[in-house]
């Protein structure tokens, strides 16, 4: 997040005759403004917190979910059936979206050396098990944080 020197500068920024269009997307709670001891919402100070249009976006549904996963699919030109979308939905829903399209590729090759042309859910369990998400990735690397070198 930037620090109160920049939110300083955007402030001024904001107040010239050419402003700038400025977007922010935070999930941060109360907390810190970065180069101070002020506590503020998002770590934003007050009086440009002011200033803002706070929009509120919630996470995606499964359902939504599938939808993009299969139109991401249609433009990578992978086939790819009902049932297995709908996994890759449930993969994202424990996961994130991210994960859940970034797991179309080796899918799709793991179908193709298997000598077939569409995806079934048996190769996206192969390769939700060979690859981790972030958060998975996170929670084995601190799990297992006595076996590397610090």
């Given at each position: 997040m930037?620090?109160?020197?920049?939110?300083?500068?955007?402030?001024?920024?904001?107040?010239?005759?050419?402003?700038?269009?400025?977007?922010?997307?935070?999930?941060?709670?109360?907390?810190?403004?970065?180069?101070?001891?002020?506590?503020s919402?998002?770590?934003?100070?007050?009086?440009?917190?002011?200033?803002?249009?706070?929009?509120?976006?919630?996470?995606?549904?499964?359902?939504e979910?599938?939808q993009?996963?299969?139109?991401?699919?249609?433009?990578?030109?992978?086939?790819?059936?009902?049932?297995?979308?709908?996994?890759?939905?449930?993969?994202g829903?424990?996961?994130?979206?991210r994960?859940?399209?970034?797991?179309?590729?080796?899918s799709?090759?793991?179908?193709?050396?298997?000598?077939?042309d569409?995806?079934?859910?048996?190769d996206?369990?192969?390769?939700?098990g060979?690859?981790?998400?972030?958060?998975?990735?996170?929670?084995?690397?601190?799990?297992?944080a006595?076996?590397?070198?610090?």
């Amino acid at each position: 997040m930037l620090d109160i020197e920049c939110f300083t500068y955007l402030n001024r920024a904001l107040e010239s005759s050419l402003a700038p269009i400025v977007i922010f997307a935070t999930n941060r709670g109360i907390c810190e403004i970065r180069g101070s001891d002020i506590l503020s919402p998002h770590g934003v100070p007050v009086d440009l917190l002011d200033r803002l249009v706070i929009i509120r976006t919630l996470p995606y549904t499964p359902q939504e979910m599938v939808q993009i996963i299969a139109i991401r699919a249609q433009v990578e030109g992978i086939d790819i059936d009902e049932e297995s979308l709908a996994y890759l939905g449930e993969i994202g829903e424990r996961t994130s979206l991210r994960h859940a399209v970034q797991l179309l590729t080796p899918s799709a090759m793991l179908a193709k050396t298997n000598g077939r042309d569409a995806i079934s859910r048996g190769d996206l369990q192969e390769s939700d098990g060979l690859f981790h998400d972030a958060k998975s990735s996170a929670r084995l690397l601190h799990e297992q944080a006595d076996k590397y070198i610090t």
